[in-house]
């Protein structure tokens, strides 16, 4: 299946599989009962660079790539969904702008640390009111002096209640619209800043939450970029992180897959294995197809990347769409040939069915994707800037 993938990825493929194998399926149902965020588990990929290959070596990550990062989540998620989340969140969403806008002084202070997973990042875009119209954002960060002063309410942020620093999405200057929003990166233990967790579906071990920024004083060295460039960086890094969850449905899906075969192929009625039953055949054929299907578009649209075309909004879309969708699809496959057991939460699969409604949501939802690549298609509106 992985031919045309260099012999490079196909051994990180390989270990990232093995560590998974030793390191987060043994504790998996553990950490996702107890709706425990495993900080060991995100130390050791950490360490091991797994959070690090979309970032230049010289902070230190790997700079192997989108393809490898991609390949990565793939591989972790296909274990743990909740273990996907820290892909955008330390490396997509954080590292990545950082290593993209950021001064030499931020990049220090804040690259290397995510990196091997000693400090943990969070970015914030969504609010109570602003959703999928990004735009309508509320937060404000008003110039005082030397100072920005924050204030707004971000929601639905991964790891809000455990983050040491997140990049901030807010209006500098609201009049100017599209051109007044700016980007901060905040400390989080600042003061006049509270959290609080958000009860959920799915992503046990991943802690989802609100943050109240409440005249927050942000230095001026807070600023990421420049003042009224935040929409750009702000398309461009949804652009990365989609990819990131679209890498992460392809893990889910194959995981449903990988438990709905073991059944097929272990289960007996009516004096066979219930994989020589054509209704089960089908499903797993389909379900087959369109993982292998969705790992195509995650893999090209990574590529791309890789080849300089950072911003291909179209082929990321399409992506995300079509990994997030077959990652449900396959699920709904899983909970069917597994039935009872699939219900069951002794099973893994009503954790993976969980976790896959999560992935059609966040990073824009499937309609969200769905209109990008429509208005691209249609000539309407650019998605790759
Ligand atoms: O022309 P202008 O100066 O007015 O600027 C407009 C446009 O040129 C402005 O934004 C600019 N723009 C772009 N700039 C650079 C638009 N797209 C791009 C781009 N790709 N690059 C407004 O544009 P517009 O066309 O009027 O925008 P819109 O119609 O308001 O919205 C467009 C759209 C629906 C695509 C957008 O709102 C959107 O993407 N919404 C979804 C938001 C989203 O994905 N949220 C996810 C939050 S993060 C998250 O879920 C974290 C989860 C963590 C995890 O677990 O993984």
Redesign the pocket.
């Known amino acids: 299946m992985d031919t045309f993938l260099s012999e490079e990825i196909r051994a990180v493929r390989e270990a990232v599989s093995n560590f998974a194998q030793k390191e987060i399926l043994p504790f998996v149902e553990i950490w996702d009962s107890k709706h425990q965020y495993p900080s060991g588990a995100i130390k050791k990929m950490g360490l091991l660079g797994y959070l690090g290959a979309i970032i230049p070596e010289e902070f230190g990550g790997t700079n192997m790539g989108f393809l490898a990062q991609s390949v990565i989540a793939e591989e972790i998620s296909r274990a743990s969904g909740s273990l996907?989340?820290v892909f955008?969140?330390q490396t997509a969403?954080v590292s990545l702008p950082i290593a993209r806008y950021g001064t030499s002084k931020q990049k220090e202070k804040y690259i290397p640390a995510l990196v091997t997973g000693e400090k943990t990042g969070a970015?914030a875009?969504?609010e109570p009111n602003s959703?999928?119209?990004?735009?309508a954002m509320k937060t404000r960060a008003t110039l005082d002096g030397e100072t920005f002063v924050l204030n707004g309410t971000k929601t639905?942020?991964?790891n809000a209640t455990i983050a040491d620093v997140a990049v901030v999405y807010a209006y500098t200057e609201p009049d100017k619209?599209?051109?007044g929003m700016s980007v901060f990166i905040v400390d989080m233990d600042r003061q006049g800043i509270t959290t609080k967790e958000i009860p959920k579906m799915g992503?046990y071990s991943?802690p989802?939450g609100e943050i109240v920024f409440e005249d927050v004083k942000l230095p001026k060295e807070s600023l990421l970029g420049n003042a009224g460039e935040g929409?750009?960086m702000l398309?461009?890094s949804?652009?990365q992180?989609?990819l990131?969850?679209a890498a992460g449905a392809v893990g889910i899906a194959q995981a449903c897959l990988d438990a709905a075969v073991k059944y097929c192929n272990e289960r007996s009625q009516f004096g066979q294995t219930i994989g020589n039953f054509q209704m089960n055949q089908e499903q797993i054929a389909v379900a087959a197809t369109e993982i292998e299907a969705a790992r195509l578009l995650v893999y090209r649209a990574a590529d791309q990347k890789d080849g300089g075309y950072v911003?291909n909004?179209r082929e990321t879309s399409m992506a995300k769409y079509f990994a997030c969708e077959t990652a449900s699809r396959v699920a709904e496959v899983a909970l069917k040939i597994l039935s009872a057991y699939g219900y069951s939460t002794e099973y893994p699969v009503a954790r993976l069915y969980r976790d896959a409604k999560?992935v059609q949501?966040?990073?824009?939802?499937s309609n969200?994707q769905k209109?990008?690549i429509a208005l691209d298609v249609l000539g309407i509106?650019?998605?790759?800037?």
């Open positions: 996907r989340v955008n969140c969403g970015f875009i969504t959703g999928s119209d990004v735009m639905w942020i991964s619209k599209a051109k992503l991943a989802t929409v750009k398309f461009s949804l652009n992180t989609r990131m969850a911003n909004g999560a949501i966040v990073e824009g939802t969200i209109m990008i509106r650019k998605a790759g800037r």
